[in-house]
């Protein structure tokens, strides 16, 4: 049972446009969100993440959307950027105690010049 | 400062043989996770450890995986009597503690080919 739902697949934005990636998930007892940025040849890396007391977090270009009723929560990226192209992951866990990630499929992210 | 190392990066063997997979955390983090990328599958959960502990294993796929760590550092990921579907990306990452609020840094990954 896939825990985490990422859409869509692969996205082509035009540099300076908004990417716009979104995700769902099932278990209510996640509550830590984080979004991943890999590069082609590289490991995941932490890009920001959200805790559900808020419904929305800000890091530079990059914001997360929360939506605690309906189970969702997304990642825009405004002022695309060509060194943006990259591969995007969201995950959820439990923020107690041991707690694994639970990671979506991933959306292939190019940015056009 | 050093992060996580993994080695070798890429890895070519003929089905039916093992293959062991190294992974070096960053210096101090207790926690080591391992998963698995495979295209268009995402970041598969495999096994994670406390110190030299691993107290779930339960994203191992089958008997033929398992994995050990040692002096709380270094991990090893032993594939016997490898398959073409085990053909992935396997990625190690290491964190302070196990609780999500501590961030898992990862690896570049080994890159298995299963022929």
């Known amino acids: 049972q896939q825990q985490v739902k990422q859409s869509p697949q692969s996205l082509i934005v035009q540099k300076g446009g908004i990417s716009i990636i979104n995700c769902a998930y099932e278990n209510t007892a996640f509550d830590y969100f984080p979004w991943y940025q890999q590069f082609p040849g590289k490991g995941p890396a932490l890009l920001i993440a959200?805790?559900?007391?808020?419904s929305e977090k800000k890091e530079g270009r990059f914001t997360i959307s929360f939506n605690k009723s309906a189970k969702q929560f997304s990642l825009h990226i405004m002022d695309s950027q060509p060194g943006d192209s990259a591969t995007y992951f969201c995950a959820a866990s439990r923020d107690s105690g041991y707690s694994t990630l639970t990671f979506g499929k991933g959306t292939m992210l190019l940015v056009s010049p | 400062g050093a992060g996580v190392s993994q080695s070798p990066s890429n890895k070519v063997t003929e089905k039916g043989k093992d293959v062991e997979l190294r992974c070096d955390p960053i210096s101090g983090h207790t926690a080591l996770y391992w998963y698995r990328q495979s295209l268009g599958q995402g970041l598969e959960f495999l096994i994670y450890f406390q110190g030299n502990s691993a107290p779930d294993k339960s994203g191992l796929p089958s008997d033929r995986f398992s994995a050990e760590r040692t002096g709380g550092s270094v991990s090893t990921l032993t594939i016997q009597r490898t398959q073409q579907e085990d053909s992935a990306v396997y990625l190690c990452?290491?964190?302070?503690?196990?609780?999500?609020?501590?961030?898992?840094?990862f690896g570049p990954g080994t890159r298995l080919t299963v022929t």
């Open positions: 959200i805790r559900p007391d808020v």
């Open positions: 990452a290491s964190s302070l503690y196990t609780s999500a609020s501590y961030e898992q840094y």
